[in-house]
């Protein structure tokens, strides 16, 4: 059974940062495209980040690009969104999810049913 846990999302002012971690379970992350996604109150969810599975290309939305940034640590099962100069409309539940294989553009544009998905973590930026 696959689980994918965040972490890292908390309370932080706008210009700040904050690194979130999605940790794998039950899921060999070498093998395995990953995308962050977040969902404000009100709003569709919406991908903000992908990596993919083999050769580390990414993929950004172009309202944090520059400011976020993905990554992965196969040895530690884990991977990681770096968020940077914060806003207060970055204001969401972030998720992660992840896939089999696939490119970065196909997992933050091309959602799948059979794509695992985590519990989410918040991220609030308020002065």
């Known amino acids: 059974q696959v689980h994918l846990v965040e972490s890292g999302g908390g309370l932080v002012q706008p210009g700040g940062s904050l690194r979130l971690s999605c940790a794998a379970i039950?899921?060999?992350?070498?093998?395995?495209?990953i995308g962050w996604f977040r969902q404000a109150p009100g709003k569709e969810r919406e991908e903000v980040s992908c990596?993919?599975?083999?050769?580390?290309?990414?993929y950004y939305t172009n309202s944090v690009k520059g400011r976020f940034t993905i990554s992965r640590d196969n040895a530690k099962n884990t991977v990681y969104l770096q968020i940077d100069s914060l806003k207060p409309e970055d204001t969401a539940v972030y998720y992660c999810?992840?896939?089999?294989?696939?490119?970065?553009?196909?997992?933050?544009?091309?959602?799948?049913?059979?794509?695992?998905w985590g519990q989410g973590t918040q991220v609030t930026v308020s002065s």
């Open positions: 999810s992840a896939r089999f294989g696939g490119s970065a553009q196909a997992m933050c544009n091309k959602p799948s049913p059979s794509d695992y």
């Open positions: 039950g899921l060999t992350l070498d093998w395995a495209a």
């Open positions: 990596i993919s599975y083999n050769d580390g290309t990414t």
